[in-house]
């Protein structure tokens, strides 16, 4: 699996545990709070597509996870 999927999966995975976990009408809900989780994810997808900066890839990068192509 390349860095670009792991991101992916794991943005996507973030938003939803989060906003499973912040919306009121969960069966699982915790606390409103983790709504922010969400709006950093969102930000850091954002920056990251204006930058292409991005800590996840950097971090994946030292464990040794190939790029595509």
Sequence with gaps: MT???IIRIMAGSFVLISLALGVE???IF???WFLLLTAFVGFNLLQS???RFCPAEKILQKLG???CC
């Design 25 to 27: 009408g969960s069966p």
């Design 49 to 51: 597509g204006f930058t």
């Design 3 to 5: 860095i670009e999927r």
């Design 30 to 32: 915790v606390s409103k």
């Design 65 to 67: 996870v190939k790029r």
